[in-house]
């Protein structure tokens, strides 16, 4: 896949896969609520990688340390990117393990997570993300694996 888009974030082979059925990603890969919520900003996003940032203002327990809930959320927020991407436009990624480990505490800044797939399967797609600090230093690794099913049918 290229690595130069229109956009910035998504490689133009899979934004002309997603418009040949009237998808605008741009829309339907972002965030979300709650990721916009957070702050969670996606830089790329693409089936191999899906990256993006998060800051910790805002974003911490009561002792002022990144929140776990939050790099579960971005870890969740990635996996699911790239599952979707993977699975296509006629497809809908379901999130049906998660699983995260943090290994360090952060207090300020930024932390940038990355999502590598594991195993792209038909029917299901794992990924791992690492949560890294300003630092480069692994602040949180989680996994994912999504159910991949059809889209829906649409009720009248």
């Known amino acids: 896949m290229s690595n130069v888009s229109r956009d910035g974030i998504f490689p133009d082979e899979v934004l002309d896969e997603f418009a040949g059925v009237g998808i605008k990603l741009e829309e339907l890969?972002?965030?979300?609520?709650?990721?916009?919520?957070?702050?969670?900003?996606?830089?790329?996003?693409?089936?191999?990688?899906?990256?993006?940032?998060?800051?910790?203002?805002?974003?911490?327990?009561p002792y002022g340390l990144l929140h776990g809930g939050a790099s579960a959320v971005l870890a969740e927020t990635l996996g699911s990117i790239g599952a979707m991407l993977h699975g296509g436009p006629r497809k809908i990624a379901v999130g049906v393990d998660l699983n995260v480990t943090h290994h360090r505490a952060v207090r300020s800044g930024t932390v940038t997570g990355e999502a590598t797939p594991i195993h792209r399967g038909r029917s299901t797609a794992t990924y791992e993300i690492v949560v890294s600090d300003d630092q480069g230093r692994r602040v949180c690794t989680g996994r994912l694996t999504c159910l991949i099913r059809d889209v829906p049918p649409v009720e009248a």
Do not use: W
């Not at 900003?41 to 998060?54: G, I, K, N």
């Open 29 to 61: 890969f972002s965030a979300g609520a709650l990721g916009n919520r957070m702050g969670i900003e996606v830089l790329r996003a693409a089936p191999d990688r899906v990256t993006a940032t998060m800051p910790v203002e805002g974003n911490t327990q």
